[in-house]
Structure formats: structure tokens, C-alpha cells
């Protein structure tokens, strides 16, 4: 079973896609590791996901920090964070 993986914002303007099925990472994997695979595909992706300080994270729609394991979710989303007013 695959993971869905959205992106926000800059993050998707970086990616170049609103999402993607990814292989689901090893059992134990955190969001930040799944962010680290992500980034190493280069590109867009590098510029994107390379300072994980800047990115949060929300997995089956639930924010979480980034240290979290990804476990059985059905999907991750990644975005800066979100500012308000």
C-alpha cells in the first residue's frame, strides 16, 4: 500500500505537483525522514524540502511535528507554516 503525499503552497510550487503516491518509508519512519527521501530526489524537491525548519507537517489531517512516525497513515501533507491575521 502506497502513501499519498500532498504538498502546500510554496512547497507544491517547488515540487511541481499538488500530490504523489510514494512508496510507503521502512516501518519506524518519522514525517522527517519521509521529508529527508523526498529531498534527495533533487530538483525542485531539494529546494523545496531541504530545510525541514521550515515545513510542517499534518498526517490523515492532524498536525503533527515532524519527528512523528508515519505508521499505517494514509496520507501526509507538507506546507510552510501557516500564518494568520
Known sequence: MGLT???FAWVR???G??????ERPAAG?????LIAMLA???GGYAEALGDP???RAAIDQHFVPLDTAI?????????PPVTGG
Open 5 to 7: 503525499v500532498v504538498y
Open 13 to 15: 510550487e517547488g515540487v
Open 17 to 22: 505537483r499538488d500530490e504523489e503516491q510514494v
Open 29 to 33: 519512519a518519522t514525517v522527517a525522514d
Open 40 to 42: 534527495a530526489r533533487g
Open 53 to 55: 525548519a521550515r515545513l
Open 71 to 79: 505508521g499505517n497513515a494514509r496520507e501526509v501533507a507538507i506546507f
